[in-house]
């Protein structure tokens, strides 16, 4: 869903230097990649905190309804009965995710919000706002935006986009 459009955009406006507007040029040190992963890990009971305080907020019938079917969607997914099935998943729930997420919300909104405004704070809240709404799940929504922010401020202060792509995979496979 995000990975092509988000090359095709990238290779339309930057032509041949595609993979350096978008930050991919250099691979990370495998220290910043591991931090990158360790610190949205360590992040995980604050956010299953925040997800927690989400949950008690009233909420429209409709958007419960639409956190009940994501969330069925996801538990069918996440049914594992042989290895390429775990295999499959981790493809399809941390991977792909990952790449095309971050290629979309990192390396294009965020850097061109960050462009227009000459602001990085407000492009990375900017950006994880637009990134948890983009999900539809409401009880989710502000645990969300602060994974966002934590992704962005790893693209910041890396300025190489596979340290979220790592921290997101790791942080989705786990």
């Known amino acids: ?14 032509g041949k230097n595609w993979q350096k507007s978008a930050k991919l040029i250099q691979l990370p040190s495998w220290i910043n ?3 990158g992963g360790l ?7 604050f956010v299953q905190f925040i997800f927690s305080l989400n949950k ?11 956190e009940e079917l994501i969330n069925t969607t996801i538990q069918h997914l996440l049914v594992v009965q042989s290895t390429p099935d775990l295999f499959f998943n981790l493809l399809t729930i941390a ?6 997420e971050e290629l979309l919300f990192r390396g294009i909104i ?46 910041v202060w890396s300025r190489n986009l596979w340290i979220p792509i790592i921290a997101h995979l790791i942080y989705n496979a786990s």
């Open 1 to 14: 869903t995000f990975i092509l459009p988000s090359l095709i955009f990238l290779w339309w406006t930057y």
């Open 33 to 35: 990649s591991l931090l």
């Open 39 to 45: 610190l949205l890990v360590v992040a995980f009971p």
């Open 56 to 66: 008690k907020l009233p909420l429209p019938d409709w958007a419960i309804e639409q």
């Open 95 to 100: 991977i792909l995710p990952a790449i095309g």
């Open 110 to 155: 965020q850097t061109n919000i960050e462009k227009g405004v000459k602001n990085p704070h407000l492009a990375i809240w900017l950006t994880a706002l637009i990134f948890s709404f983009i999900h539809f799940q409401f009880q989710g929504f502000i645990p969300r935006v602060l994974l966002g922010a934590i992704l962005g401020y790893l693209f």
